[in-house]
């Protein structure tokens, strides 16, 4: 059964850090890239970012470049998502994806194919 399971959410002040797990389990890890997307309340969804199969690329929304970065270890099956530097606007639902892309050669912030049920980070100001 493909599952993705969130961890690491919560409050946190203006200009604190939190780091994300993603638990991935159910299919091939490195087959597919996977990505952190958000959604606050009344919005819609964001990408934040992206890692390939391999860990060889990444991508970062213009709004947390430089604030955030993204790993993963395929052999614990765990991807994990530092967020430092954290803003009011910050704050959101943050979904870990995946995306199929078994070339590992590319990965994206506009859409993907799994989605785990997400984590609720708050950044209070």
């Known amino acids: 059964q493909f599952e993705l399971v969130e961890s690491g959410g919560g409050l946190v002040q203006f200009g604190g850090s939190l780091r994300l797990s993603c638990a991935a389990s159910?299919?091939?890890?490195?087959?597919?890239?996977i990505g952190w997307f958000r959604q606050a309340p009344g919005k819609d969804l964001e990408g934040v970012s992206c890692i390939t199969g391999t860990g060889s690329m990444t991508e970062f929304a213009d709004s947390v470049k430089g604030r955030f970065t993204i790993s993963r270890n395929n052999a614990k099956r765990t991807i994990h998502l530092q967020m430092n530097s954290l803003l009011p606007e910050d704050t959101a639902v943050y979904y870990c994806t995946a995306l199929y892309d078994p070339s590992s050669s590319s990965c994206t912030l506009s859409y993907f194919d799994h989605r785990g049920p997400g984590t609720q980070v708050t950044v209070s100001s």
């Open positions: 159910g299919f091939k890890v490195d087959d597919y890239a």
